[in-house]
């Protein structure tokens, strides 16, 4: 019992170490020009099953919620390996380091990493409201 709650602690503590998204917070950067609305999820190579559901569903409700922005390209999802040339050049455009869940219009930068920790897996509803809430404050009409 006592090597079952060790390797449950271990397996916690390096999912917490792996996953550490960076604190989400509103900021203005140099934006990458071209579109309204960009939805970025940067991630390394090795993914657990929570990264993965992230981006999965980040990407499905930027689809399903605003079907006629995306097929314009008004409103984009891109997925970028920070381990990888084009990852590593727009995530350090935008200053980021690590796993993080971005919205991007003009000089705005909103990070919600950890509402996609909180709410990909477990409630799914209320992650789609938070991407829906941060993305309607960005739609320029």
Do not use: W
Not at 13 to 29: D, H, L, N, R
Not at 49 to 77: D, Q
């Amino acid at each position: 019992m006592k090597n079952l709650i060790i390797t449950i602690l271990f397996a916690l503590s390096m999912f917490a170490i792996s996953c550490k998204g960076q604190p989400e917070k509103k900021q203005t950067v140099a934006a990458i020009p071209g579109k309204n609305v960009e939805v970025y999820y940067f991630h390394n190579t090795i993914r657990c099953a929570t990264c993965l559901t992230i981006e999965f569903e980040a990407r499905k409700n930027v689809e399903m919620l605003y079907p006629e922005m995306y097929k314009e390209g008004k409103i984009t999802f891109t997925s970028l390996n920070l381990e990888e040339a084009t990852g590593k050049t727009i995530g350090e455009t935008l200053g980021i380091s690590g796993q993080t869940l971005l919205i991007v219009s003009g000089n705005q930068k909103i990070n919600i990493t950890t509402d996609g920790f909180l709410y990909a897996v477990g409630k799914p509803d209320k992650f789609r409201e938070v991407i829906k809430g941060k993305i309607d404050t960005l739609i320029i009409e």
